[in-house]
């Protein structure tokens, strides 16, 4: 947009926007509108909106624009107009009053912050604004701009580089004080009338909140706080004494007190502070137990954070300072956490889970065993109080639905389990569980329940067990039909998660294999089923051989049962791994007969006029998927030189098949990627005794990939290349293959955001390169295409997709790798010569791409693959990766692009000294990350 807009032409497409009811001219005006705030111009029309004010919507959009300005385009103002726009939304600020739509009072409060981070001239902004706005009128915005100045600062969503944010930071320490004082002024003005005064109150909660949250203000200026005490005062809880604060100044107040807990435990020395927390939350027990009595649930909500929060900042001192004969006073607090997890509302207790799981985390990495009895009661009170959320509806009739809120809720209460349960033992659990449902009048929900914690802690149950577990397994193999389904459905599945337990007592496998098999059929349990039968056939599976028949004869039977496609894949991965099991001489045949059973329906599936419908048996890749999980899980050892592997006669019956496949779909990329898959573990199932089919393969998938360019075939490519590179008779062929691959995939990445747009094509490719390096490396490092590749590899290097980035990574890791690894072998000289001439012509682009891919292109999570790159280059030659690391520290920008102050040369200096001392990829990462706070 290179002309100003006309006002009134904005202010018609912002109409049109929200008012209009055609959907077209709104996408038209939505578009025309992020264009407008693209532009150089919106920063003067969204200062004149702000001026006209014609209509809410246009002062909403102004102002959104304002701050996205100032936000992402703050380098586009020279340094002259900072202060005039600085007076301008100062202006706008002062003219919001109680009709001001909040969401334009929160844009222009955040406009305001964004320009105080950007702006050093403006020193101490803060104290300007309480001098300036501190009066009744503009009290609202003010404490809004107190509140959102510390948070953007904190988000890093403004690249500000870490020492322009430790310069702000420590003026916020200056103006400290100041601002406590505003904020106690608010709390003695206004706290007498908490109802009428509640926006007010709540900003002022807000406020302390965010300062605290950034480590503004000391700790030891907190014990006697003000603010502090309005927020103890707002949760003391008293309905009938009068005392009834609402909802949002109760969470304020909590989300207050629990940030100042977040900073303590990391600041653990400040005593006084500690106690009156600590005193102060102990009393609130009464007022949970008001808000328990008053159904105010949000209200237990806020005592449990406090609560948990308490526990999980003196959790150390907890542990650490507990005897034998005397327990911290700090275990108080598990008391108070208990009180919350025995809530009727399951959401409550849920509040606590990180708490459990942060304590069994420390009590096993100190492995005390007298310290772990101590709070074995606290642990078997929990799993009481959880046993007792996970009971369903007395009135529901079938099973959980996956995915609803309770039935998550009961997967993170198994994973909670599973995490405390040593404390009390797994044996312990399950047996008090049994007795549980002897109790007489035990009701089916609570049955069901104590069978689900029992299918939580089996796996760990000792397979030698034969004093309660025996007795579990009988009932549920004569647990009448009437028995509520849900019943019935979990205790099939602890059968499944006793298949450790079945494997030591053979004896009781027929009956167990009956009644799962009669489950399969029936609506509503053939889903548990297939998982039991699946990891009894995994774990048993030297037991089951005898069995194959009837497993096979329950395959052909397979899609008459009421199980999910996952669920039949389940019990065929269960059968393959039992024919893992069998002698060579009879898996030919049973794989045979198991992966015909797929390529029948395949078969019919190819003839032209064939409707495929998704997720029906109609669908190709249904068979391909049950294909691929049939040969990825039969694994065959042993296989004597000369013998003919058991699979390879299936294999070759299979090609013709995935072959058709290929070329009738190669179209539609979902099959096209699932057979791409059955492909890949057809290779591997017979490797090394395929030579045959390679001809007729690496032809299709270059003849299919020139024409659609799926990168699955260059998937296929690397799968290749991984089993038969070593083969010097295929190393040619292999080469021309990816010779052939790179037209056009270079042809499709050199495209405007060719990398950004394709990133599974980039991870494909550089896969495939990076196993020839690992399986060819010399006819690769002589590969008169490898130059190309490394560039693009540098290309890459910025990619932020993250699976396409760790393949570019890993191509780099190996290349050089090859110059260092199997030293005493034949080839190492010719290796390291040619990763030498590599590295000598682009080791220089390689660290400064990697470094500026750092700083401003790549996430964090992102480094660790970075840095095992950086650690080959330093062990190949430290003194030439120095020089290269130092050189590229030095061509990173003195600015950003607003103008602030980067990384000083002395932080470089430290860099630089940091990294070429690096021994480890976690070393060098760590590094890397104090380089990029330097910039963003």
């Known amino acids: 947009m290179e002309e100003k807009s006309n006002l009134e032409v904005v202010i018609l497409a912002v109409s049109t926007l929200y008012k209009n009811p055609d959907r077209k001219e709104k996408e038209r005006a939505s578009e025309w509108l992020l264009n407008l705030q693209k532009s150089v111009h919106a920063w003067t029309i969204a200062d004149e909106l702000l001026h006209k004010k014609p209509d809410l919507e246009s002062c909403y959009f102004a102002a959104q624009t304002m701050r996205s300005k100032i936000h992402k385009s703050f380098h586009e103002l020279p340094v002259q107009v900072h202060t005039s726009l600085r007076d301008s939304l100062l202006e706008h600020i002062s003219q919001i009053n109680q009709s001001t739509d909040t969401v334009i009072t929160t844009q222009l409060c955040l406009a305001l912050s964004d320009l105080i981070l950007q702006m050093p001239s403006w020193q101490r902004a803060p104290l300007d604004l309480i001098n300036r706005f501190s009066n009744q009128s503009y009290i609202l915005p003010l404490l809004e701009i107190l509140i959102v100045l510390p948070e953007e600062l904190e988000s890093r969503s403004v690249r500000l580089g870490e020492n322009r944010r430790l310069e702000v930071l420590e003026e916020l320490v200056q103006c400290a004080p100041m601002v406590m004082e505003f904020l106690a002024h608010c709390c003695t003005t206004y706290a007498s009338d908490l109802n009428n005064n509640t926006p007010i109150l709540t900003r002022t909660l807000r406020c302390l909140t965010s300062w605290i949250s950034v480590k503004a203000i000391e700790l030891h200026d907190l014990t006697d706080n003000t603010v502090l005490a309005l927020a103890f005062e707002i949760l003391d809880y008293k309905p009938h004494e009068g005392k009834e604060s609402t909802g949002a100044l109760c969470d304020a107040a909590t989300e207050c007190i629990c940030t100042l807990l977040q900073y303590l435990e990391d600041n653990n020395n400040q005593q006084d502070l500690e106690n009156y927390l600590f005193n102060n939350i102990l009393k609130l027990d009464v007022s949970y137990h008001i808000s328990v009595a008053n159904e105010d649930q949000n209200k237990s909500i806020d005592y449990c954070r406090l609560f948990t929060e308490l526990g999980e900042a003196l959790l150390e001192q907890m542990i650490t300072n507990s005897t034998k004969n005397q327990m911290h006073y700090s275990v108080k607090v598990l008391d108070l956490v208990l009180m919350c997890v025995g809530h009727h509302d399951y959401e409550v207790a849920q509040i606590t889970f990180n708490l459990w799981f942060v304590l069994s985390e420390e009590l096993y990495r100190k492995n005390n065993k007298e310290l772990t009895e101590m709070f074995k009661p606290y642990i078997e009170r929990l799993i009481t109080a959880l046993c007792r959320h996970c009971q369903m509806e007395p009135d529901s009739e079938g099973v959980l639905d996956d995915g609803d809120d309770f039935s998550n809720f009961r997967s993170k209460v198994s994973d909670v389990i599973k995490d405390v349960v040593f404390i009390v033992g797994s044996s312990s659990c399950f047996k008090q569980m049994f007795l549980n449902l002897q109790n007489p009048g035990v009701t089916w929900d609570q049955t069901e329940a104590a069978l689900f914690v029992m299918q939580a802690v089996a796996k760990n149950v000792l397979p030698t067990e034969n004093e309660v577990v025996p007795k579990v397994v009988e009932a549920i193999l004569n647990m009448p039909p009437s028995t509520h389904l849900a019943v019935r459905y979990t205790s099939v599945l602890l059968l499944g998660e006793l298949s450790e337990w079945i494997e030591k007592h053979p004896h009781v496998l027929d009956s167990v294999l009956n009644f799962l098999v009669q489950g399969l059929s029936l609506q509503g349990l053939g889903g548990a089923a297939a998982t039991a039968l699946q990891n009894i056939c995994k774990i048993c599976s030297s037991c089951m051989s005898r069995h194959i028949s009837v497993m096979l004869q329950l395959l052909h039977q397979l899609d008459t049962f009421a199980i999910t496609n996952n669920a039949a894949i389940g019990i065929l991965k269960g059968v393959a791994a039992i024919l893992s099991r069998m002698p060579h001489a009879e898996i ?5 007969e198991l992966c015909k059973m797929q390529l029948t329906p395949l078969t019919q599936l190819i003839e032209p006029n064939e409707v495929h419908m998704k997720g029906t048996i109609n669908d190709p ?25 058991p699979c390879r006669p299936v294999v070759l019956e299979m090609w013709p098949v995935l072959s058709m496949i290929f070329d009738q779909y190669k179209k539609d990329v979902r099959i096209m990627e699932q057979c791409c898959r059955t492909v890949r573990y057809m290779l591997r199932s017979a490797s090394q005794q395929l030579q045959d089919i390679l001809p007729s393969l690496v032809t299709q998938i270059i003849r299919i990939y020139s024409e659609y360019k799926h990168s699955c075939l260059l998937y296929v490519g690397s799968i290749l290349v991984d089993e038969y590179a070593t083969d010097p008779h295929c190393v040619n062929g292999l ?3 990816l010779e052939v691959f790179i037209e056009p995939t270079f042809q499709m990445l050199q495209q405007e955001n060719g990398l950004r747009n394709h990133p599974d094509t980039v991870d494909d490719f550089f896969r495939l390169c990076a196993r020839f390096i690992q399986r060819a490396p010399i006819p690769f490092l002589k590969f ?25 990574m890993k191509f780099f890791h190996d290349l050089i790798n090859q110059g260092m690894v199997d030293r005493k072998s034949s ?8 990763v030498n001439d590599v590295l000598k012509e682009f080791g220089q682009s390689l660290v400064s791409t990697l470094l500026e891919a750092c700083v401003f292109h790549l996430h964090v999570y992102m480094l660790s693959e970075v840095g095992d790159v950086f650690v080959q280059l330093l062990d190949f030659d430290k003194e030439v990766t120095s020089q290269w690391i130092a050189h590229g520290l030095e061509s990173l920008p003195k600015e950003n692009s607003v103008g602030l102050k980067t990384a000083t040369p002395a932080q470089l200096l430290d860099i630089h000294a940091n990294l070429i001392r690096a021994t480890t990829s976690k070393s060098v990462t760590h590094t890397l990350k104090d380089l990029i706070r330097l910039y963003r």
């Not at 030919?588 to 045979?592: E, G, K, Q």
């Not at 890749?621 to 592997?645: C, F």
Request: with cysteine.
């Open 784 to 808: 008169s295409a490898l130059v190309p590749i490394f560039q693009c590899g540098l290309l890459g290097a910025a990619l932020d997709h993250k699976e396409a980035n760790m393949s570019v």
């Open 827 to 834: 080839d190492f000289r010719e290796r390291h010569q040619l």
């Open 735 to 737: 080469l021309e293959m």
């Open 588 to 592: 030919t045949v049973v794989l045979r």
């Open 621 to 645: 890749a249904l068979w391909l998927d049950r294909l691929s999980a049939i040969l990825k899980n039969t694994e065959v050892h042993n296989i004597l030189p000369g013998e003919i592997h």
